[in-house]
Every structure is written in C-alpha cells, then in structure tokens.
C-alpha cells in the first residue's frame, strides 16, 4: 500500500453513507462523510480507498472526504478497493486442492494487479501434495509459504511480507483460512472489535465488508472469494492468458501474436518444458480458456 500523509487515510468501512476511517502512522481514526461532489459524480467510496479528509465542524461526523486517491484496482464482489494481496489458500491435506480454483484465482489477482501468495497449509499431517503443489506453482513465481502448526518460521515469513499492506484471504472451505487469519492477526482482531461496535450504530443487518486494522496489514473479512466467475467478471481470453506470468513469459516467443496457446502451430507455451509451465496447468488454462472462449463467442 502506497504511504499515508497527515491528511490521508484508508476507509475501513461504510456503513449508511457514514465512511469509518483509519491510518497507523501517524495513528488516526474518524467518521467521515464524502463532500456533496461525489453523490453528484456518483463516485462510491469503498473500503481499501485511500482518501484525503479535512475536518468538519461537525462534532458527530468530525470529518469530510475531500478525494478519493486513484484506485489501483477495484472489485466488484466483495465491493473493495486496492487490494494488494491475496492469501489463497490451499491445503497438502484434506480437503483436496482444487487446483482449478487455484488457477482462477491466481489469474484473477494477476490481472487486477493483486499479488497472489499461495498459502500452502496442514503440511504438518501430510506432505505427500506438497511437490505437486510446488511444481504447478512456483514456474509462475508466486510467493508459496508453507504453513503447518510445527512451522512458526514460515509464518512469522508470511508475517512480514504482508506487512502494510491490504490483503484477503481466499479458498475452498476447510483450508484453514479462519486458522490462520486467527494466527496470524488473533490479538489484534479481537482489539478491533472496538472500532466495529462504533462502526456499529446498533443493529445491522445489511451484509457490508469490512477491513480490520490487524495492527501488521489491513484484512477484508469477506467470505467472497470461496469462487470466481472469470466471464461474469468481464475477464477476455487474452487477458486471461496474461493471468499466467509463466504464459505470458513465453507467449512473446509463439508465432502468431493472438496465439491462444491450444492447439497453434509455432506456439511456444506448447513447446515449454515441465519447468516453464507444470503440464497440468497448461491442460487446466486451455480448459478455462476454451470455456471462457465460448462463452463470449455465444454471446454475439
Ligand atoms: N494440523 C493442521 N490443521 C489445520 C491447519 N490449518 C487448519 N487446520 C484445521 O483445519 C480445520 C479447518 O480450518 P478452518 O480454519 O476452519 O478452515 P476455513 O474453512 O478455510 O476457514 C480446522 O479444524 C483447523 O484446525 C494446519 O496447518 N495444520
Ligand atoms: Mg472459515
Ligand atoms: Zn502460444
């Protein structure tokens, strides 16, 4: 995430028209509403925006957004704004990778510029998938961590790198998202639960995402990203294949420049060895883009 000045802030939460704010250096928080201009512009403020504010006079709503900060992305479901990190996750154990979900998921955030760390977990009950894991995952240069409950050094590694940053975590259910969550933010969390009640103003039905200041990062506490519908999200063929940073290393090298990387004379990604781009990998992108293919193609 890009470094906060004295008049700039994250927005954690929106609630009502009402943008709770946030910053750690120096520490800030407040209750804002957008200037006039936005309604009119019919600009929404998102969580993960980052603002610049200006006080009120208004001693309930002490602040005023005066700007939102050009977003670097901005997702649709869950409604969020400048992610920087998805933590997929995936477990060496039960229930078993569903690599499908996996592949989508990392071309999802490569293409809207959210680095996807694959959090590879329970590889203290089993280790038997791990290289498997490994193999499919690491020619695309993904951060992988290998995460287990007698691994605190691998931890303590994911720690670090996602240290100011906004982050979200994502995979089937049973992986261990909650676990970890708990692990690697759980006393702050807890601590965060003032800010919410504030953000509260009794009781609230409707379902809003919230970004929790963990002390480290910020972490969306969404349960959106169990799946992806790429098409639904507007994702092209060829943006798909630039999803795949292994893909896109060698498709500079096929010889037609559309190349689809299917069945095309001259196609490098065809001719890569295991190392360039795992087999597997390769079989699941032709499947995912021939669907995806298809699917614009009887759109029209
Ligand atoms: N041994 C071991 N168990 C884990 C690990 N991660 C998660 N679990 C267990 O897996 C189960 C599901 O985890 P949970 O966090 O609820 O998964 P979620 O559905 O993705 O949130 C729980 O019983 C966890 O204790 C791990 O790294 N090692
Ligand atoms: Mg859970
Ligand atoms: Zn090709």
């Known amino acids: 995430m890009k470094k906060l000045t004295t008049n700039q802030a994250v927005i954690v939460k929106g609630i ?6 946030h910053r750690y250096e120096p520490y800030f928080e407040g209750v804002a509403v957008p200037r006039g201009i936005f309604r009119k512009k019919k600009t929404i403020p998102l969580p993960g925006d980052l603002i610049e504010y200006s006080a009120s006079g208004d001693p309930d709503i002490p602040y005023v957004i005066e700007k939102i ?6 997702l649709k479901r869950p409604p969020l704004a ?3 990190i998805l933590l997929i996750t995936v477990s060496a154990s039960l229930p078993v990778p569903d690599f499908y979900l996996v592949d989508r998921l990392t071309a999802y955030a490569e293409i809207l510029q959210i680095t996807p760390f694959i959090l590879l977990t329970k590889t203290d009950i089993d280790d038997s998938n791990v290289s498997e894991i490994l193999n499919n995952y690491c020619p695309a240069g993904f951060p992988i961590y290998q995460l287990g409950f007698d691994n605190e050094t691998e931890l303590l590694r994911l720690k670090e790198d996602i240290k100011g940053e906004i982050v979200a975590f994502a995979g089937q259910s049973g ?4 676990t970890y969550l708990n692990l690697l933010f759980g006393d702050s969390l807890m601590e965060t639960g003032e800010l919410s009640n504030k953000a509260g103003r009794g009781k609230q039905t409707t379902r809003h995402i919230e970004l929790f200041p963990t002390g480290i990062s910020y972490v969306a506490d969404t349960p959106g990203f169990q799946t992806i519908n790429l098409a639904e999200s507007g994702i092209t063929g060829s943006q798909f294949a630039d999803g795949y940073p292994e893909i896109k290393r060698l498709a500079a090298k096929c010889r037609f420049n559309n190349c689809t990387h299917i069945q095309e004379p001259g196609c490098a990604v065809l001719a890569a060895d295991p190392e360039q781009i795992h087999p597997e990998r390769l079989r699941r992108y032709q499947f995912l883009r021939g669907e995806l293919d298809s699917f614009y193609d009887n759109m029209y």
């Not at 992986?175 to 909650?178: D, P, R, Y």
């Open 69 to 74: 900060l050009p977003r670097k992305n901005e």
């Open 16 to 21: 009502a028209g009402q943008y709770y704010l």
């Open 82 to 84: 400048n992610l920087d």
């Open 175 to 178: 992986v261990g998202k909650s």
